[in-house]
């Protein structure tokens, strides 16, 4: 499932200040590999980030998560597993507007394609990104169990 399009028309411009800020927060994390914007870091509208695989069993063969936020403050966090041995498990947190839900949303694992409302304690990015984080987190330990 792809994440909502940034068109001005839905979501707003990207918020490139909220971007860079999650990026700082990403790049100190210690399950991130690297950092990169798309297109570019003067004019980023996308922010990806690449976790240590080291970290998840060795059929995971890559993890990421995809970052978009608007100047509305709408996002989509969607976070991504490749697998050498089956489908991409992924999820996504979103905030923008749609007829499937709610504004703030969550589409399910293992595909993304069942969709439930979310409540969050707080819009604020760093709240979000705290969310998101922890509930990769919490993945990367029952991966392990």
Same mark, same amino acid.
């Given at each position: 499932?792809?994440?909502? $399009? !940034? =068109? $001005?028309? =839905?979501? @707003? ?7 860079? &800020? &999650? /990026?700082?927060?990403?790049? =100190?994390? #210690?399950?991130? *590999? #690297? ?10 509208? &996308?922010?990806?980030?690449?976790? #240590? %695989? ?6 995971? *063969?890559?993890?990421? &998560? ?5 100047? *509305? @403050? !709408? ?5 991504? /597993?490749?697998?050498?041995? @089956? ?6 947190? #979103?905030?923008? +507007?749609?007829?499937?839900? %709610? ?5 399910? +694992? +293992?595909?993304?394609? /069942?969709?439930?409302?979310? =409540? ?16 990769? /987190? ?8």
């Amino acid at each position: 499932m792809s994440p909502p $399009s !940034d =068109s $001005s028309a =839905s979501t @707003g411009p990207p918020d490139r200040h909220t971007l860079r &800020l &999650l /990026e700082r927060h990403l790049a =100190s994390e #210690d399950l991130i *590999t #690297d950092t990169a914007f798309d297109p570019n870091p003067h004019e980023p509208r &996308l922010l990806h980030a690449h976790f #240590d %695989t080291t970290h998840y069993p060795a059929a995971t *063969t890559a993890a990421r &998560l995809d970052v978009r936020w608007f100047t *509305t @403050g !709408d996002f989509s966090l969607h976070y991504i /597993e490749t697998n050498a041995d @089956g489908p991409q498990w992924e999820c996504r947190w #979103d905030r923008h +507007p749609n007829t499937h839900n %709610t504004r703030v949303h969550f589409h399910q +694992p +293992p595909d993304s394609n /069942e969709v439930t409302d979310l =409540s969050l304690p707080s819009d604020h990015p760093l709240d979000v990104y705290s969310t998101v984080l922890d509930a990769i /987190e919490q993945r990367l330990n029952t991966q392990w169990d």
